[in-house]
């Protein structure tokens, strides 16, 4: 697992396996969310397996599979909603960790300045500088 933290209550990850649950329980994490559509990978990683491995070590998993055409409001919505209501610290994942960077940056453009989210995803390796012109528009909304 490879978890890099945006927020002290969300971090994100390229894709996780069933082997990595232990760590991501031993780092705190309360909640894990799948953004990745399960036709990107095998049955073995696919959110049906990991999400069973995620509830049985007593956490609370979610599957919010993303693409460019479906990083709509409603499901950028759904994101913010699932890490709100989180008792802890939330691990989202994908093929690399960006679809849930981008999807936390559009939901928290109305309170955080454009700067501050991409100061935010920078510091944990994703360069979201393409995604400002959104941002801005969300938050002039």
Request: aromatic residues 6%.
């Amino acid at each position: 697992m490879d978890a890099r933290v945006i927020t002290p209550r969300y971090a994100v990850s390229p894709q996780i396996s069933v082997e990595d649950i232990p760590a991501i329980l031993a780092e705190g994490y309360t909640t894990v969310i799948c953004n990745r559509p399960d036709a990107e990978v095998p049955p073995s990683h696919q959110a049906a397996a990991i999400q069973a491995a995620v509830e049985a070590a007593g956490l609370t998993f979610h599957a919010l599979p993303l693409t460019h055409q479906t990083m709509t409001p409603e499901n950028v919505a759904k994101q913010r909603a699932f890490y709100e209501a989180s008792q802890g610290p939330v691990l989202a994942y994908c093929a690399s960790g960006t679809r849930c960077s981008v999807v936390w940056s559009l939901g928290v453009a109305a309170e955080m300045s454009p700067d501050e989210i991409l100061s935010k995803t920078s510091a944990a390796g994703y360069d979201l500088a393409g995604l400002r012109p959104a941002l801005e528009a969300i938050a002039t909304s």
